[in-house]
């Protein structure tokens, strides 16, 4: 049997699988010697709006500490707090006023999130798969992503989101992969089970192990090409990069 007819629909990761990030478009932050590619180093305006007296380097000492604790946590749980709730609470420990913070919070993640939209790049080759995948059948996205607004406007930008039959953001759940429900939502959105979609990931520790969790066949992308970790099952197929997959389609 071929793959063609195998799969029915394609479930794809977003950062780092359909979309790329640039670096060069994400401003340098200076700390003390060292050059830091950081968002927070272009938020020098709207910090001096709610934070006056406190630097730039000083909020982003903060807000490393924040989002430490907050991987940390989501470890065990897989929760997914939003965007804002990180710089709220790097907001809190810099002194912000009760009264402001919420709005200071949601301003600065705005800002941020449009440095990240502003820095994604839709690879030609990558719009070449997704066209065949959409020809192939239905097709959908499944991302770990803390805003789903700056999603969604990333897929309007690279003009992604008429080719998806359904959109899977993990902050719109309050979960993150590799818990499987985000995998399972997007199957309901596709209207097909688990052994009719093959998932496209590049975190073998988030995307695999979803896919695994959820019944669904998984493609792995090996960006480094470092191979499956020890100890852990491979998955249905390994590729180096998205385009890869054409060939698995083309089967």
């Not at 979803?210 to 090996?222: K, L």
Request: hydrophobic letters at 45%; charged letters at 25%.
């Amino acid at each position: 049997m071929g793959v063609a007819s195998r799969y029915r629909g394609v479930l794809f990761d977003l950062f780092g699988t359909l979309i790329t990030i640039e670096p060069s478009r994400i401003p340098v932050l200076r700390v003390g010697e060292r050059r830091i590619s950081a968002t927070v180093a272009g938020l020098g305006p709207h910090l001096a709006r709610w934070l006056p007296g406190v630097s730039v380097e000083q909020f982003w000492e903060q807000l490393l500490t924040v989002s430490t604790e907050m991987a940390e946590a989501r470890g065990s749980d897989h929760t997914e707090l939003p965007s804002r709730e990180r710089f709220r609470r790097a907001l809190e420990r810099c002194g912000c006023d009760d009264g402001t913070q919420v709005e200071a919070a949601v301003d600065l993640s705005r800002a941020h999130m449009a440095t990240i939209i502003g820095a994604t790049v839709f690879p030609a080759s990558h719009a070449g798969v997704l066209e065949k995948a959409r020809r192939a059948g239905a097709v959908g996205l499944v991302s770990n992503f803390d805003d789903t607004g700056a999603a969604y406007e990333i897929l309007r930008r690279h003009d992604i989101l008429p080719h998806m039959d359904t959109v899977v953001v993990s902050e719109a759940l309050g979960l993150r992969k590799p818990h499987p429900a985000l995998v399972r939502v997007g199957l309901r959105g596709l209207g097909l089970d688990p052994a009719d979609v093959l998932f496209v990931g590049d975190t073998f520790h988030e995307d695999v192990a979803a896919a695994r969790a959820a019944g669904v066949d998984c493609a792995w992308i090996d960006t480094h090409g470092r191979g499956v970790p020890e100890g852990e099952p491979a998955p249905r197929y390994v590729l180096r990069a998205l385009s890869d997959l054409s060939a698995i389609l083309d089967a």
